[in-house]
């Protein structure tokens, strides 16, 4: 009997080892890539936790934080615009350029109300986009309407209006610290590091969301592992 419970604790222990090497990583996670023109090296903060260690309290349900480090080629200038970086996701083909610290925490908001005939999963666009990489339905600017996952979604009706925030008195106290904390735009020819700020709406697990840069000989892919 003793071998027997002997064993039966040696697979569960196992079972509970690989379960734990297959679950998704919390925290910030790592990850680079380059090519001739540039080197980028950059931590996603995707649970709320770690955003909320990153920036300094706590955002949104729905944005994500990923702090960019950007370093020319040896001898090269590059102008750095945050709209060159895209982020996307395997799981659902979401993407979007960077939200500016206003759009954000701004004393306005965007207010968008959709809705949807069908049965497939629909997606609101609340941001700038950068289409036309990797797959999946580019996403759309403020108030230019919804995009649709899926073949049997249908729109029914949008309608976008900019009105007064909660905290357009008093200040959002979010602001200044995105301000703080964004990547600059200016050319560069030094390393440079900031954070932007990503709307990615669900649970995505880390091997599934992809940083991209677009560079003059094409764009630079990041994973995080």
Request: hydrophobic share 35%; proline share 6%.
């Amino acid at each position: 009997m003793k071998y027997i419970c002997f064993a039966v604790c040696v697979l569960a222990a196992s079972a509970l080892a690989t379960g734990a090497q297959g679950a998704d990583k919390s925290g910030p996670v790592r990850g680079e890539g380059s090519d001739k023109h540039v080197r980028v090296e950059a931590t996603a903060y995707l649970d709320r936790d770690s955003i909320r260690q990153a920036v300094g309290m706590e955002m949104e349900e729905g944005f994500i934080v990923i702090e960019v480090k950007v370093t020319p080629a040896e001898g090269h200038k590059l102008n750095l615009m945050r709209d060159d970086f895209l982020i996307r996701s395997d799981k659902d083909g979401q993407r979007g350029t960077p939200y500016s610290p206003t759009q954000i925490a701004g004393s306005s908001v965007l207010v968008v109300k959709t809705g949807y005939s069908g049965g497939a999963v629909a997606q609101q666009s609340r941001g700038p986009s950068w289409g036309g990489l990797g797959g999946g339905m580019p996403g759309q600017l403020p108030g230019g309407g919804p995009s649709g996952i899926g073949n049997t979604a249908s729109q029914e009706s949008a309608v976008a209006s900019v009105e007064d925030g909660p905290l357009k008195e008093k200040g959002n106290p979010l602001l200044p610290l995105l301000e703080k904390n964004i990547l600059a735009e200016k050319e560069i020819e030094a390393p440079v590091s900031g954070q932007l700020y990503f709307l990615l709406e669900g649970k995505h697990k880390t091997k599934q969301v992809e940083l991209l840069y677009k560079t003059p000989s094409g764009r630079v892919s990041v994973r995080f592992k």
